[in-house]
Every structure is written in structure tokens, then in C-alpha cells.
């Protein structure tokens, strides 16, 4: 048990941080929206059907779908766009896709690589950019529940102003959707530049999002 607790820490760690925030974030958000309801002269509702809700997935979701973008576009980002000095950039002579030698595939892969990446062929060009595919896809699909909670939770604020709903498809052209969706984007990726930038000139020993506590300012592509 310790040794599969050491070796999964991180995942292990963050997982709990997640589910830890995800609580938190449904018992706050349930007090919230019964406070609203009684303003409104409205019933409040219990937490299970809160959870259910589409004004609780549509919270949820528009920040995942903004995670998975930052990853999606850092993933493919990082092929080709690099950053002098800065651990979260390739080495200067290593923009693009690489050789097949120093990505290990096909004739050059290992006795323990991939079975995918010895294989060659489309398995081989699938496997090379599964993970690019695999946060892209997340993040799609996760858009796109944030768009249909979206529009049920509107809908259902508009009718309970006796107001018109919108359709799926108007509702994805209106400020409602893209104010959700672009105030987690510039979040994101302000996060992400700074670190990029910060990390050039700052240290965090012995992580390997910084470089070596003594490397210079311009060692790229290095980790601690």
C-alpha cells in the first residue's frame, strides 16, 4: 500500500483536492441558490436535487471545458511555439514534431516503448498524438454539456421571469454563453503564459515545472 501510494501521490493528491472542491463547491453553491430562491419567493430545494441540476452542471462544466481547452492548446502549443529560458518550453533546436529517433518510434523504439509506437502505420501516427486527441475531446465534449446545462438553466430563469427561453442554437450566439465561456478562458490562459514567464526567472526547488535552482535565466527546456 505505501508503495502504490507513493508512486500515484500525485494523482492520488489531486484527486482528493478535486473531489474536496467539488463538495465544497456543491454545498456552497446549493446555499446560494435556495438564497435566491427565498428572495424570489420561491421553494427551496434539497441538495441531491441541487447536484442534479442544470444551473449546478453548467457551473461545473464551464470550467472544466476551459481546463481542457488550456491543456488541449498548451499540448499543441509546446510542438511548435517556444520560450527562451522557460522549463515549460522545448529546448530552441526542437521545434516541431522531432525525428523518429529521438521520439522513440517504430525502428528506434525500445524493448519497453509503447506497443503502438513500435508498431508503425496509423497506430503509430494515432498513438503519437493520443494525448492531444484525448484533451481535445474532453474538452469538446465538456463544452458541449456546458452549452445544453447552459441553455436548460436560462431557460429556466427566463421562465421564471415569464420571459421567452432561447433555442440550443441561439443560445450558443448569446452573451449568457459566451460571457461563461470567455471568463474562464482569459483565466486560463493568463495562468499559463505567467508561468511560462515567471518560471524563465523564478525557482521552486525540486519541482520539475522549474528549472535547477542554480541554472541560468536562459536554460531552456530544463527541469529540476
Given at each position: 500500500?505505501?508503495?502504490?501510494l507513493?508512486?500515484n501521490?500525485?494523482?492520488?493528491?489531486?484527486?482528493?483536492?478535486?473531489?474536496?472542491?467539488?463538495v465544497?463547491?456543491?454545498?456552497?453553491g446549493?446555499?446560494?441558490?435556495?438564497?435566491?430562491?427565498?428572495?424570489?419567493?420561491?421553494?427551496?430545494?434539497?441538495?441531491w436535487?441541487y447536484?442534479?441540476?442544470?444551473s449546478?452542471?453548467?457551473?461545473v462544466?464551464?470550467?472544466w471545458?476551459?481546463?481542457?481547452?488550456q491543456?488541449?492548446?498548451f499540448?499543441?502549443?509546446?510542438v511548435?511555439?517556444?520560450?527562451?529560458?522557460?522549463?515549460?518550453?522545448?529546448?530552441?533546436?526542437?521545434?516541431?514534431?522531432?525525428?523518429?529517433?529521438?521520439?522513440?518510434?517504430?525502428a528506434?523504439a525500445?524493448?519497453?516503448?509503447?506497443?503502438?509506437?513500435?508498431?508503425?502505420?496509423?497506430?503509430?501516427?494515432?498513438?503519437?498524438?493520443?494525448?492531444?486527441?484525448?484533451?481535445?475531446?474532453?474538452?469538446?465534449?465538456?463544452?458541449?454539456?456546458q452549452s445544453?446545462?447552459?441553455?436548460?438553466?436560462?431557460n429556466?430563469s427566463q421562465?421564471?421571469n415569464?420571459?421567452?427561453?432561447?433555442?440550443?442554437l441561439?443560445?450558443?450566439?448569446?452573451?449568457?454563453f459566451?460571457?461563461?465561456t470567455?471568463?474562464?478562458?482569459?483565466?486560463?490562459?493568463?495562468?499559463?503564459?505567467?508561468?511560462?514567464?515567471?518560471?524563465?526567472?523564478?525557482?521552486?526547488?525540486?519541482?520539475?515545472?522549474?528549472?535547477?535552482?542554480?541554472?541560468?535565466?536562459?536554460?531552456t527546456g530544463?527541469?529540476?
Open positions: 500500500m505505501r508503495r502504490f507513493r508512486d501521490g500525485l494523482a492520488i493528491g489531486f484527486g482528493a483536492i478535486f473531489l474536496g472542491a467539488l465544497g463547491q456543491a454545498l456552497v446549493h446555499s446560494a441558490f435556495n438564497h435566491e430562491q427565498l428572495a424570489a419567493n420561491s421553494e427551496p430545494i434539497s441538495l436535487r447536484v442534479t441540476s442544470s449546478f452542471a453548467v457551473d462544466l464551464e470550467n471545458q476551459s481546463e481542457y481547452l491543456f488541449t492548446l499540448i499543441l502549443g509546446t511548435w511555439l517556444l520560450q527562451r529560458g522557460s522549463p515549460e518550453s522545448k529546448e530552441l533546436h526542437k521545434a516541431g514534431t522531432e525525428s523518429d529517433r529521438d521520439q522513440l518510434v517504430g528506434h525500445r524493448e519497453d516503448s509503447p506497443r503502438w509506437a513500435r508498431v508503425g502505420g496509423l497506430r503509430t501516427r494515432i498513438y503519437s498524438n493520443s494525448l492531444l486527441i484525448a484533451m481535445g475531446t474532453i474538452w469538446l465534449l465538456s463544452w458541449l454539456g445544453i446545462a447552459g441553455v436548460a438553466a436560462y429556466a421562465f421564471g415569464r420571459e421567452d427561453g432561447l433555442s440550443w441561439q443560445y450558443l450566439g448569446s452573451s449568457d459566451w460571457d461563461r470567455l471568463q474562464n478562458w482569459q483565466s486560463e490562459f493568463l495562468a499559463v503564459g505567467s508561468m511560462v514567464v515567471l518560471a524563465i526567472y523564478l525557482r521552486q526547488r525540486g519541482s520539475p515545472e522549474s528549472k535547477p535552482v542554480g541554472a541560468a535565466h536562459g536554460a530544463v527541469e529540476g
